[in-house]
Every structure is written in structure tokens, then in C-alpha cells.
């Protein structure tokens, strides 16, 4: 199965851009993305410009913000303006948490991801888990019928075996639940999968770029929703929340409340490039070529009885993958240079539009061996 000779598939040169790829077989993008040469080009072209001008440069690169926003907005169906950036998934949601009510009732995943479920655990809201197995999307609705809530906080993607919540199922349960609050970390999905934001019934939606957007660390964002702004008093502001306009204190929106301080052109420039790779090859051409990749590694997989209980039954699953780690796989697998990470007591491997069919074919020789 050669997914990179398909004339409908990525770019060659897309591939070639990623030196890390010749060195190493990379399935490690659910802990950090690579990074490609023209982001690298063009932080290098920012910083050499930074040398020179100081100051009057920085100014001259403000624009970089706005043009981020609008690039994120268009990617993901959101307008600019209800686009906050901030530096990372985590920050985000702790200043939006201090805006929610703390008598809320708020529905949980065991295992989410930690910098999701902590920040409402650690708050004193009234937090009920329930287990993100292969009936998850029953679960859910079974508990919102039986206990009502005021919050529902998931990730699109779990972080350790890749289980996906599609965004459909939560456009379906926003319609029967329209005041229920849909907080989503979309840190494991988006760049890899499309998302219409603005009709996925989501309120708060956050994620950070250095993973499957190849933006680089120091770099994220929340999409708001329509409506959202009036269910949340958050209290962050700050001199950049104005810009810089000190007859605008209080009077502005919860994105930029949620934009207190200067942010880094650097980085966020380098997610507006990292978004403009994918851009380029078309965001729904990246993800049908996702799809048939994953579709191979979960078949492979099955094959080998190495493809997780859980996710076998379902319908559609993500780029993350986790196999035992039976007899020191995990050290093996570091030793032939297959990169990935030890997650859940097994070995997560994850897959993006820059691996190929061959990267899953070398872990099974690897292991085989």
C-alpha cells in the first residue's frame, strides 16, 4: 500500500520537508509535531529581522496576530474575532474556568487528558466521570438523561489510546441539550482532522499547535461560540486585552480577556505557517489521507491481535494508537529508531499525513525480531 504514490494524496514535497523523517520512523506527533523547513525558514527570517530592527521591527510584526487569527478562523469555521490566542491549551481553560459558576455540575472522562479534567477538579466543581470505553457516546447521553449538568468537558481525541468522539455526536447532543456548556480540547484532532466549528454545537473550544498543526510550542487558541460570552464573568484583562487603548479598560470581549498580556509574534507566526502547510495541501485532503492510513495501521494491527479492545468495535477512530509493551518492546523499538512514547502501560503510536503504510510495517519487523 503506497499512500504516497496516490496523485489525490500529499506532496512529495511535503514529505521531503521533514529532515527528522529520514533519521528516525516518527510516530510520536501525539507528544510534539515535527517541524518543517519553511517554518524553520521562517523563524529563522523573523529572528534575523529581530537582530536588526529591535523594536521597530517587533511593531512592524504585530500584524502576524491578526493574520493568525484569521487563518485559524478559517480553517476551523470560526470568525476572527471570537478567536482568543493563547499560549497553550492549559492556560486557557484556567482563565476561562475562573468566569464558570461554582455550583456548576460538570460531566468528565476517566483518564482525559489531565490539564482538562484537573482544572475543574481542583476548582470544587461538582465533577461526575464516566468511563471512556467503546459505549462512550451511550454513556454520555444515558448520564445527561438520568443527571443533569451544566458542563460537558471531553477531549475530540484521548490522549492514550486515540478513542475519537466524532463532533457530530456532540452537534446531536447540543440539540437535545441546548443549554448544556460543550467544552472540548481539540489538542489530539485538529490538523488532522477536519472541523466546522461554528455548526458543531461546541461552546469552548481549545487547543494547542504543536502537535498535529506543526506550529511549534508556545502556541493556541480557543474558539468561542455565539452566546458563550454571556455565561462567563472572567476577570483576566490587561494591557494588550485594550490594545494599548486605555479608554477601552472594561469594555472589551472574552477573547481578548483572555489575551491579558503581549503575545509572541515568533510563535504564532510559526502556527500560522504550520497551518499554511496543510492549508496548501487542503485541510480535507490531509484528513481522507489520514483516514486511509489509519484505516491500514488499525487493520495491521487487528491482524497482529496487537489493536486495543476498545477501539476495535468502533466505527472511526484517530491517528493514536496503543499496543502492549510486551517484554521491552518500547526499549527495542527506541533502539531501532522507531520514535514514540510509554502511555497507559502500553506504547502509543501515532500517525500523521507525513508518515506512510512502511512506518507501521518497520514497528512489526521490530517486534517480530
Not at 516518527?26 to 527570517?45: I, K, P, S
Not at 464558570?100 to 455540575?105: D, E, H, V
Not at 444515558?142 to 443533569?148: G, R, V
Not at 484583562?237 to 491579558?260: C, I, Q
Amino acid at each position: 500500500m503506497d499512500l504516497k504514490s496516490d496523485p489525490k494524496g500529499i506532496p512529495q514535497r511535503f514529505f521531503k520537508g521533514f529532515p527528522a523523517l529520514a533519521q528516525t520512523t516518527y510516530l510520536n506527533t501525539a507528544a510534539w509535531g515535527l517541524m518543517h523547513e519553511e517554518v524553520m525558514t521562517w523563524r529563522q527570517e523573523y529572528d534575523l529581522d529581530f537582530l536588526v530592527g529591535g523594536s521597530a521591527f517587533k511593531l512592524e510584526a504585530m500584524p502576524i496576530l491578526g493574520q493568525t487569527r484569521g487563518r485559524i478562523g478559517e480553517c476551523f469555521g470560526c470568525a476572527p474575532e471570537r478567536v482568543a490566542l493563547v499560549p497553550n491549551f492549559s492556560l486557557g481553560l484556567n482563565l476561562l474556568l475562573e468566569g464558570l459558576p461554582k455550583a456548576s455540575r460538570v460531566v468528565l472522562l476517566e483518564g482525559d487528558y489531565p490539564s482538562l479534567n484537573w482544572p475543574f477538579e481542583t476548582r470544587g466543581f461538582h465533577c461526575r466521570e464516566i468511563p471512556a470505553d467503546a459505549r462512550v457516546e451511550e454513556r454520555l447521553l444515558e448520564t445527561l438523561k438520568s443527571e443533569p449538568a451544566e458542563v460537558l468537558a471531553l477531549s475530540l481525541v484521548q490522549w492514550v489510546n486515540g478513542l475519537l468522539i466524532r463532533p457530530e455526536f456532540l452537534t446531536g447532543l447540543k440539540a437535545e441539550f441546548p443549554d448544556l456548556l460543550i467544552v472540548v480540547d481539540a489538542t489530539q484532532y485538529l490538523g488532522a482532522l477536519p472541523l466546522d466549528f461554528d455548526a458543531s454545537g461546541i461552546d469552548l473550544l481549545g487547543a494547542s499547535g504543536y502537535k498535529w498543526m506543526l506550529g511549534g510550542n508556545g502556541n493556541g487558541f480557543f474558539l468561542l461560540g455565539e452566546g458563550v460570552e454571556s455565561r462567563l464573568q472572567v476577570g483576566s484583562t490587561g494591557f494588550n486585552s485594550v490594545g494599548a487603548d486605555l479608554n477601552r479598560k472594561g469594555k472589551v470581549s472574552l477573547a481578548r480577556n483572555l489575551e491579558p498580556g503581549h503575545l509572541d509574534t515568533l510563535n504564532f507566526g510559526s502556527l500560522w505557517c504550520g497551518l499554511g502547510l496543510l492549508q496548501d495541501i487542503g485541510l480535507e485532503q490531509v484528513a481522507a489521507y489520514n483516514r486511509n492510513l489509519w484505516g491500514y495501521v488499525a487493520s495491521r494491527l487487528e491482524e497482529a491481535g496487537l489493536l486495543d479492545p476498545v477501539i476495535a468495535g468502533r466505527k472511526e477512530h484517530s491517528g493514536i494508537f496503543n499496543i502492549p509493551d510486551h517484554g521491552g518492546w518500547y526499549q527495542s523499538l527506541g533502539q531501532e529508531g522507531v520514535a514514540c512514547s510509554p502511555r497507559g502501560g502500553g506504547i502509543r503510536l501515532s500517525f500523521h499525513a507525513y508518515n506512510t503504510p512502511e512506518d507501521l510495517d518497520r514497528v512489526l519487523e521490530v517486534l517480530k525480531r
